[in-house]
């Protein structure tokens, strides 16, 4: 199995969890709920999930495994799929 | 959007759902801030998780050019993390219990959607107990207060609240200025 698409695989997986997570924080945001203190940490949590998303997407951009193993494996053989022709 | 934003921070922090017009909340609490200490530094323990092999295994990951995968790696399991510290944080602030001028309201937070509102009459109070167990309760000053009602086998539970007996105490003459409130318009 080509190891790009085992990341692309987590990173689609992960983004989904963590859109589901932001709408809680959103949801738990909006709703009228007792006191202003849930609101609050909401807020601050929405903030700190924005930037690790944004972090998160540097690293997924940054990552290229293909290369690593290509670096690392004596007579790696590339992928016929990424081989230009 | 902004004028939202701005109220989240602005508006009163005894506001719930349902609260009426001349209602004045008395009593407002969540549980004792200890009992979010534990789970919190159970997670601040699992931040550093990440740094330990970081810190020793640094030669290898720079021989094999792994900081890209270590780096997106570390990345998600933060992303984790944070998570669960929401909901942690989330559970601990909707669990509330809230007296007013006429009732006493319990709401138990059993999930992000799930969730048991419960709410008994000030004037059917009939007794009230405090239970404070063990040296944390005891250090700590904090406690169950047991509140029972006319009529009902079931007790209404505030777990683990700050300074249990200085609440009974507030409890009780509330619900004494409340039985007089409708003993006077009884008549």
Known sequence: MNLNLIFFIIFALTSFLFAIHSFFILYHLIRFGVGTRPK???????GGSLFLFILFSIASYALDPEEILK?????YKEPLINQER | MIQFFTRIFKESHFSFDGKGDNEIVHIFLYQHWITLIAPLFGMAAFLVFPVIPLFFLSGFIAEYNLEGIVL?????FYMFMWSSA???ITMYLLDTWIVTSNRIIDTKQNGFFSRTISEMTLS???DISVKTEGFMQTIFSYGDVEIQTAGTVDK??????????????????????AQENEGSSGK
């Not at chain 1, 609050?40 to 929405?46: D, G, L, N």
């Not at chain 1, 670096?71 to 007579?75: A, E, M, V, W």
């Not at chain 2, 997106?72 to 998600?76: I, K, Q």
């Open chain 2, 86 to 88: 929401f909901f942690t």
């Open chain 1, 71 to 75: 670096k690392n494996t004596p007579g």
């Open chain 2, 124 to 126: 059917r109070v009939q």
């Open chain 1, 40 to 46: 609050q940490a909401a807020f601050i949590f929405f």
């Open chain 2, 72 to 76: 997106f790696l570390v990345v998600v």
């Open chain 2, 156 to 177: 209404f539970v505030f777990k683990r609240v700050p300074h249990p007996n200085q609440v009974k105490d507030k409890i009780m003459h509330l619900v004494r200025i």
